[in-house]
């Protein structure tokens, strides 16, 4: 029996900072003059905050020069930070504590995988730090989802071989990082979507403990 590990994304999966990215792009392509919508900020999902920037700089066709980009790349985040400072626990997706709990009372290991570079402020204002085992952020990694880079690592720092991780993602990226690295995909969102993933679940709610045991059976008896 091969060890399981358990690995979450962190924005879409575990909180909905989504929409406080979406109010600091906003406010930024406001300023730019460019007009920026919530279908608009789908695709900054998962991606990480250098390549939004390109993304955002694209639609408005505008090209600047490294020190700019650097300066509206703070911009934005320092907006981004003023948003997530008020946030605590009431921003934990619903039941997301629930299967947390039940991962850690089974003793299985559990890591972050995230693109954000704020992921650890994020965890400890709603007090999830201690959850995790390992945390592999934006600082921590260089290529972007869908390279599965995050996750490998994610799951060398628990101690667990790929085939045997699971990985709970909100992104397409993340979908096909997951995929790539050869662990099961779990799509927490938009089946159609994410119809990408081996399962597919609109929120936590829907994860039930059969699920999670018939998962964990599965995760251990991959070799
Ligand atoms: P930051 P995740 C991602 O988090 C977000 O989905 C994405 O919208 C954001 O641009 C990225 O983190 C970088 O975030 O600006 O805080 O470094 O979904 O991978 O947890
Ligand atoms: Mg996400």
Not at 111 to 129: D, P, R, Y
Request: hydrophobic share 45%.
């Amino acid at each position: 029996m091969k060890k399981a590990g358990f690995i979450f994304d962190l924005d879409g999966v575990i909180v909905d900072t989504a929409k406080y990215h979406y109010l600091a792009w906003k406010n930024l392509a406001n300023e730019l003059g460019i007009e920026f919508t919530e279908a608009d900020n789908e695709k900054f999902k998962g991606v990480s905050r250098k390549r939004c920037l390109e993304l955002l700089l694209e639609m408005g066709n505008i090209t600047v020069s490294k020190e700019q980009f650097d300066r509206w790349l703070e911009e934005k985040n320092e907006d981004y930070l003023k948003y997530i400072s008020k946030m605590d626990k009431k921003e934990i997706l619903p039941d997301v504590t629930k299967v947390l709990d039940y991962i850690k009372d089974k003793g299985i290991p559990m890591a972050l995988g995230s693109a954000s570079k704020n992921a650890v402020s994020i965890l400890e204002k709603v007090a999830l730090m201690s959850y995790f085992d390992a945390i592999v952020d934006g600082t921590q990694v260089t290529k972007a989802k869908p390279d599965p880079e995050v996750f490998l690592i994610a799951a060398k720092k628990i101690g667990a071989e790929p085939e045997n991780c699971v990985v709970f993602e909100d992104a397409l990226a993340g979908i096909e990082a997951a995929n790539i690295a050869g662990m099961e995909s779990i799509g927490i969102g938009d089946v159609k979507i994410l119809s990408d993933a081996d399962h597919g679940f609109n929120n936590f709610t829907e994860i039930d403990v059969k699920f999670l045991d018939d998962l964990i059976l599965l995760l251990e008896s991959k070799n």
